[in-house]
Nanobody, 124 residues
């Protein structure tokens, strides 16, 4: 099995930056895709960004494109989400997810493992 632990969340002012980290442990060699999702109060969980191990394919949600950057360090089994130019609408619990499938997906149901989430709050 795979365990995921997110860190790096916090409270920032609009326009600020945060860097989230997600460390994977367990059967990490089985992981191909890793992604970030977020869920704001009263809303459904939404896709943020994803990256594949095999080719480094990257997907971003339109709402974060140009502001967020996803990356991974395969040697450390860690994925990162650099968040710049943060907006109040970015406020949410951010979840890291890992997928053993060969196809990188933006759909949460396509992921097999999930972290506990880390809170990101952006004040105006």
């Amino acid at each position: 099995q795979v365990q995921l632990v997110e860190s790096g969340g916090g409270l920032v002012q609009a326009g600020g930056s945060l860097r989230l980290s997600c460390a994977a442990s367990g059967r990490t060699l089985s992981i191909n895709g890793m992604g970030w999702f977020r869920q704001a109060p009263g809303k459904e969980r939404e896709f943020v960004a994803a990256i594949s191990r095999s080719r480094g394919t990257i997907y971003y949600a339109d709402s974060v494109k140009g502001r967020f950057t996803i990356s991974r360090d395969n040697a450390k089994n860690t994925v990162y989400l650099q968040m710049n130019s943060l907006k109040p609408e970015d406020t949410a619990v951010y979840y890291c997810a890992a997928d053993t499938g060969v196809i990188l997906t933006t759909l949460d149901r396509g992921y097999d493992y999930w972290g506990q989430g880390t809170q990101v709050t952006v004040s105006s």
